[in-house]
């Protein structure tokens, strides 16, 4: 059975929907369990559904031809997992999968690209993500040349707290370091410094913030613009 319209609320995108082109989408939405490392998109295979989480978290990875990964996006409430539909693609090199279990809706591709020919509208709205996510991808790049870890760690828990529900981040030291670009004695150096910072604390498979401000503080620039723009364009990402 479709999900009752309230719930769909949970994800901002689909919140922001004029009522007739979320009308378009709805009766294709179903239900869906999110689990830890299912995967929404295979790289360089035809994408077959669509997923808006609620809640949850995903991230989308890069491969190298060495074997070499890197989370080159991330996103959970706020996104879906195709963005590539709207640019009229029907596959990715990237890989998308669930990063931090949670629950969502998704629907047929088909039928997801059938509703954005329909409605020039909708499909005029939900381009806004993908230029949210070109900057949120820039941004990533600049912040893995530039900045210490130890900033790059503050800003990617900041990036998981803007999409979950509690300060408790479930992630282990070798997603940590698939996230941040280091390998896994550089993640638990940081992580040591940011809890004798009291930011954190950490625990085995979970990262609890204690300071989020000094962990804004900590980050500086290397977070804030891509949460600007999905503010500019779409709805309040950032924790208040």
């Not at 401000?213 to 891509?226: C, N, Q, R």
């Amino acid at each position: 059975m479709p999900i009752p319209s309230p719930a769909l609320s949970e994800n901002r995108l689909l919140a922001t929907l004029p009522a007739s082109d979320l009308a378009l989408l709805e009766p294709h939405l179903q239900p869906v369990v999110l689990n830890t490392r299912d995967v929404l998109v295979r790289p360089n295979h035809r994408i077959e559904d669509v997923h808006f989480p609620l809640h949850g978290l995903a991230s989308v990875v890069s491969s190298a031809g060495d074997g070499t990964r890197l989370e080159v996006g991330v996103f959970g409430r706020d996104g879906l997992s195709a963005p590539s539909l709207l640019l009229g693609v029907d596959q990715t090199p990237h890989e998308t999968f669930v990063q931090v279990a949670g629950s969502g809706v998704r629907m047929d591709a088909e039928a997801f690209t059938a509703a954005l020919a329909q409605s020039p509208t909708l499909h005029g709205e939900l381009l806004k993500y993908v230029q949210t996510l070109m900057i949120q991808t820039a941004h990533t790049a600049i912040s893995n040349g530039t900045f210490t870890i130890e900033e790059r760690l503050a800003r990617w828990l900041l990036m998981c707290h803007d999409r979950l529900d509690d300060d408790t981040v479930p992630l282990t030291h070798d997603f940590l370091a698939l996230m941040l670009a280091v390998r896994r004695p550089g993640v638990t150096v940081a992580i040591q410094a940011l809890e004798g910072a009291g930011l954190i604390r950490g625990e085995r498979g979970l990262i609890t913030i204690l300071n989020r401000d000094g962990l804004e503080d900590l980050a500086d620039g290397s977070y804030g613009p891509p949460e600007a723009e999905y503010e500019r364009l779409i709805a309040p990402i950032r924790r208040r």
